[in-house]
């Protein structure tokens, strides 16, 4: 399987991952919430990533570092869309209402809690299992969230971690404010 088989897998993977369930850190899956309850005054402060692409937002953070446009994922478009830059590696960012930063979690054991700026944000490493991987969860209140990823062609995993490290010091000023 060539390397960017093994990106797309596991970006489909993920993004499966984070739009079919809502569990827990602690990894018990159960079904995600219906997004059939009717709409209230509320709505829009439950939704603080609605009208926001994540497209235009990953471009934007990526301006000047060599990268095409960004193009929605086909294993999640409405949320999820990435950049290949030959001979660095897979970029993405998903934005997603409703999931906080804990849920979905695949291994606990290779995740580290910090901030991104002073932003709550888990540090996720081998996405999938994968080497030279890794995504940083950032919390956006009340229960949303935004994933900066990395899947680098070449390189460890230490170096795709500070690579989303770096996305997520970018992205992050372009996201609601945290509160």
């Known amino acids: 399987m060539t390397r960017r088989s093994v990106t797309l897998a596991c970006l489909a993977t993920l993004a499966c991952a984070l739009t079919a369930c809502d569990s827990a850190v602690d990894g018990a899956p159960k079904p995600a919430p219906s997004a059939s309850a009717p709409a209230s005054s509320s709505a ?6 609605a009208g926001m692409s994540s497209c235009a937002t990953l471009d934007k953070a990526l301006t000047g570092q060599g990268f095409p446009a960004a193009a929605p994922s086909p294993a999640d478009p409405e949320h999820v869309c990435t950049s290949v830059k ?6 993405g960012l998903l934005l997603q209402d409703g999931q906080t930063i804990e849920e979905n979690i ?3 054991s290779q995740t ?5 700026n002073k932003r709550r944000a888990i540090l996720e490493r081998n996405l999938n299992g994968t080497q030279a ?3 940083v969860r950032m919390e956006i209140l009340p229960r949303s969230r935004a994933i900066v990823t990395a899947f680098l062609t070449t390189g460890s995993t230490d170096q795709a971690c500070e690579a989303a490290k770096n ?3 970018v992205v992050e000023p372009l996201l609601p404010p945290a509160r």
């Open 44 to 49: 829009q402060a439950d939704t603080p990533l």
């Open 86 to 91: 030959g001979g660095t590696g897979t970029y």
């Open 106 to 108: 695949q291994d606990v």
């Open 112 to 116: 580290a809690m910090g901030h991104v």
């Open 133 to 135: 991987t890794c995504g």
């Open 167 to 169: 996305l997520a010091g």
